[in-house]
């Protein structure tokens, strides 16, 4: 049995002042949660703030959006692994297609990364997805395999155990057009297959795969009792802390 996993991706949103009211409203709406695995990924400016607050809460991990491929030197602008451990970081977000699409990382970045978040002891949340074009021109599972076989080369099973997958079809993000539970679960069922060609069948049994792209109250439960979807990567709609709880609650014994 997968236990969900239901992370916040607050991307470029909320300010180190923001983070605390936020944080103590969302705790009252999940505090009788349980089974349901938590992350909140702020920007890095509110992540101090936010290991502060959580106190290495049991209910809710801390998350990075991303982070260098290097443990220190000359990289201006960037930030390390070890500094993300330092502050408790468990969970980290590596290729998102903002990421990819934006500031031109590849698999290959991503796979460097990948790498280099298993050997500090973080969490890899490994997003992969294709975009309109790519699904309208009925490549999105070539795309899929494509960037997983790149992100993913030479992680053996056992670090694919520790890794969290995301398929967030980029067509879906912020646009409020989520796909439909049926086209989710059908490239989440290809996701795994993916995995069990690079791993083993019981490996890729045991992965978790979220589901990202316009993740809201009205349809986070009908996505997340698909068999393959496992929780959801939530961006928009978590920078409200009710609205964020209640896909929490949505995940609960799905
Ligand atoms: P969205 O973003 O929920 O606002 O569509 C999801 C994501 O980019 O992780």
């Known amino acids: 049995m997968r236990k969900k996993i239901i992370a916040a991706n607050w991307k470029m949103n909320m300010t180190v002042a923001e983070t605390e009211g936020y944080l103590e409203n969302f705790r009252t709406h999940v505090e009788p949660v349980n089974g349901v695995e938590i992350v909140i990924a ?23 959006q991303n982070m260098s491929s290097e443990m220190s030197g000359a990289f201006t602008g960037e930030i390390s692994p070890t ?35 298993l050997a500090c002891g973080l969490r890899p949340i490994v997003c992969v997805g294709e975009t309109l074009e790519e699904r309208d021109g009925g490549r999105e599972k070539e795309v899929l395999e494509t960037q997983l076989r790149g992100s993913l080369a030479g992680v053996t099973p056992e670090q694919m155990l520790g890794i969290v997958i995301a398929y967030e079809p980029v067509w879906a993000i ?13 490239a989440h069922a290809h996701v795994r297959a993916v995995l069990a ?35 959801a990567l939530v961006g928009g709609a978590s920078l409200e802390p009710i609205a964020f709880s209640e896909i929490v609650k949505a995940a609960v014994s799905k």
């Open 42 to 64: 702020p920007p890095f400016t509110a992540i101090a703030k936010l290991s502060e607050l959580l106190g290495g809460s049991q209910k809710i991990s801390l998350g990075a």
């Open 197 to 231: 060609s690079l791993t083993d069948e019981a490996t890729a049994a045991k992965v978790r795969i979220q589901y990202g792209g316009s993740v809201k109250p009205a349809n986070a439960a009908t996505l997340l009792s698909q068999p393959d979807i496992d929780g």
């Open 83 to 117: 500094m993300l451990r330092e502050l408790f970081v468990r969970f980290v977000i590596l290729g998102h297609s903002e990421r990819r699409l934006i500031f031109g990382e590849t698999d290959e970045v991503v796979n460097k990364k990948v790498h280099t978040a």
């Open 174 to 186: 912020g646009t409020g057009r989520n796909a439909t539970p049926e086209q989710a679960q059908d």
